[in-house]
C-alpha cells in the first residue's frame, strides 16, 4: 500500500523557516517523482517543487525559487521541502504526492499529474 506521510508544519512568523518532511511507502522510491502542493483557503491546489529520487531532476513555482529547496533522502524514503523566508501567502495546507516516474516526460509540478497524495500538513505564516 503506498503511503506518503508528511509532517514539520506549523506557525512561524513572516521571514522565518520550517522544513517540511514526506516519508513515503509502498513502492519503489526511485521509480518516483515525488511533489510538494498546497492549498491556501478557497484557491486552487498549486504545485510548490518536485524531485525525481532517480537523478535529482527538480522544478520549482516561480513564487518559491530562491526561497524553497526540495531533497531527497534516498536512503531514508524521504523528500525534504526547506522553506525559507515565508511569506503570509505561503500560508496553507501543504501535500506531497508521488508519481510514477514513467508517466512522465519532464518532472512537473502539475497537480493533475500525481496519483498518490499524503493527507497533509498546515503551514501558517504570520505577518
Known amino acids: 500500500e503506498v503511503q506518503l506521510v508528511e509532517s514539520g508544519g506549523g506557525l512561524v512568523q513572516a521571514g522565518g523557516s520550517l522544513r517540511l518532511s514526506c516519508a513515503a511507502s509502498?513502492?519503489?522510491?526511485?521509480?518516483?517523482?515525488i511533489g510538494w502542493f498546497r492549498q491556501a483557503p478557497g484557491k486552487e491546489r498549486e504545485g510548490v517543487s518536485c524531485i525525481s529520487s532517480r537523478d535529482g531532476n527538480t522544478d520549482y513555482a516561480d513564487s518559491v525559487k530562491g526561497r524553497f529547496t526540495i531533497s531527497s533522502d534516498n536512503a531514508k524514503n524521504t523528500v525534504y521541502l526547506q522553506m525559507n523566508s515565508l511569506k503570509p501567502e505561503d500560508t496553507g495546507v501543504y501535500y506531497c504526492?508521488?508519481?510514477?516516474?514513467?508517466?512522465?516526460?519532464?518532472?512537473?509540478?502539475?497537480?493533475?499529474?500525481?496519483?498518490?497524495w499524503g493527507q497533509g500538513t498546515q503551514v501558517t505564516v504570520s505577518s
Open positions: 509502498g513502492f519503489t522510491f526511485d521509480d518516483y517523482v
Open positions: 504526492a508521488a508519481v510514477s516516474i514513467h508517466k512522465l516526460v519532464v518532472v512537473t509540478t502539475s497537480p493533475d499529474e500525481y496519483d498518490y
